[in-house]
């Protein structure tokens, strides 16, 4: 048996039962194990194997005993070991009633299924994954917005394509050539950390690749990261208001440099930031309570605030060009639904703007809901009679109904076809109940615009 604890003091006691093979897990990894739990008389107290559910957490961060966050780093995919742990590398003094008594010293039998990087996508997908490789001196992580200073050399089936040092706003690494992968794993980063990075096609170059780096359509790639440096961004209640909306203003400019590029997704968080940092500014202080402590503090900060007498429309005007600008987004990705829900938020701040007019009426287009787009239009021509374009599109949406009413008509038609469906011979006066569509089409003709 080998002490593999990192003090030396006996505390872990390593047998191998089985040789495993490859490298070993280092802090911050996922591992996949299955593990037995027995006192030293032979009980056994715990068996991910009767659950028969393989054992996952995150080796090296607490979540588990200091026997095994020491132990487990020690073992290689496939190998079995016993892991005999003492009390004060188990659960000490206390034990863990009512099976494991205090002071106990632990045996577990344990197997090496797998282990993998830190997932760090998005969407939990596996698509980006970190490994530590040299742990760093900071505590935090950069937030979206911090200035990073990082360096990295980035390989393609163990051929380096690229070495590199820069400096950017996390967030926005795409106006400075940072895939998206690596922007991922700096938020899981601290400073000082260096980290090997595999970053999936999808958060790479994607199916098109990139020339100039020779990196080919559809490429895995992997990045050497170390991240030199951050100034961390504040919070938004850190911010005074005069901060959010310079903030604001910035989100803006990036969104809309973001939409010129057909980068929609980019584009849509960045105006998200706009409404985020500047709607909810007047609650902050509406529902400060009057007999706080800080009531003094509250009024002057009120009161220096309240110098910029621009603020309000300033503030106003950007909410209202991002809620418009996330519609035209939402409506480039073919999203009608959401394109809707941007433009009426801008119309409760402005209710004859026409440009959110319109696009209301063609979010309804997009999801097909043609009478509801003729009526959106023609609010468009109340507010602007000369209109040409959204006259037209009243023309394109009656003639999309009027198609879709026939289809409607015909599917029916076949319908009650096919189960020998025969209307009972009408009487004298059962068509005086019945609405009458004869002069329908004249009169949806006489009120084209």
Avoid at 32 to 50: C, I, P, Q
Avoid at 86 to 113: C, Q, R, W
Avoid at 145 to 151: A, E, M, N
Avoid at 333 to 341: I, R, S
């Amino acid at each position: 048996m080998v002490d593999v604890s990192v003090a030396q003091d006996g505390g872990i006691m390593k047998k191998i039962l089985v040789e495993g093979s490859g490298n070993t897990p280092v802090a911050g990894n996922e591992v996949k194990v299955h593990y037995t739990g027995r006192l030293l008389d032979g009980t056994v107290f715990d068996s991910s194997k009767t659950r028969n559910e393989l054992f996952k957490f995150k080796v090296g961060t607490g979540q588990v005993i200091k026997g095994w966050d020491e132990g487990i780093v020690t073992m290689k995919r496939g190998e079995t070991a016993i892991l005999t742990c003492k009390s004060d590398y188990a659960y000490g003094a206390a034990g863990s009633p009512p099976n494991i008594p205090p002071n106990a010293t632990l045996e577990f039998e344990v197997e090496m299924h797998d282990f993998y990087g830190e997932d760090c996508s998005p969407d939990h997908n596996g698509m980006v994954t970190k490994q530590t490789t040299v742990p760093g001196t900071g505590q935090s992580n950069p937030r979206e917005g911090s200035t990073v200073k990082v360096s990295w050399t980035m390989a393609h089936m163990d051929r380096q394509l690229e070495a590199r040092t820069a400096e950017f706003l996390l967030g926005d690494g795409s106006e400075d050539g940072i895939v998206p992968g690596l922007e991922a794993a700096l938020l899981k980063m601290v400073k000082g950390e260096t980290a090997t990075v595999e970053v999936k096609s999808p958060y790479a170059y994607g199916h098109v690749g990139d020339a100039l780096l020779a990196v080919p359509g559809g490429a895995d790639l992997t990045y050497t990261l170390t991240l030199t440096d951050f100034t961390q961004a504040k919070y938004k209640y850190e911010m005074s208001s005069s901060e959010k909306l310079e903030f604001a203003a910035k989100s803006k400019e990036m969104g809309t440099t973001y939409f010129k590029k057909g980068q929609y997704q980019n584009a849509l968080k960045k105006y998200k930031q706009v409404t985020e940092y500047l709607e909810l500014e007047a609650e902050d202080f509406d529902d400060m309570s009057s007999d706080s402590d800080d009531e003094d503090k509250d009024k002057g900060e009120k009161e220096e605030e309240a110098k910029d007498p621009d603020y309000d429309s300033r503030s106003r005007d950007l909410i209202l060009a991002a809620h418009s600008n996330s519609a035209l987004c939402h409506l480039k990705l073919n999203d009608g639904v959401e394109a809707f829900k941007a433009c009426e938020a801008a119309l409760k701040l402005d209710p004859t703007n026409v440009k959110c007019l319109f696009r209301r009426g063609q979010a309804a287009e997009v999801s097909q809901d043609w009478e509801d787009a003729i009526g959106y239009f023609k609010t468009v021509l109340e507010v602007d009679p000369k209109n040409t374009v959204a006259a037209n599109r009243i023309k394109f949406c009656r003639g999309k109904f009027s198609a879709f009413k026939a289809a409607e008509k015909k599917r029916y038609a076949n319908m009650f076809a096919r189960t020998n469906f025969k209307e009972p011979e009408p009487t004298k006066d059962s068509n005086l109940n019945k609405p009458d569509f004869s002069d329908e089409e004249d009169a949806e003709q006489e009120m084209e615009v």
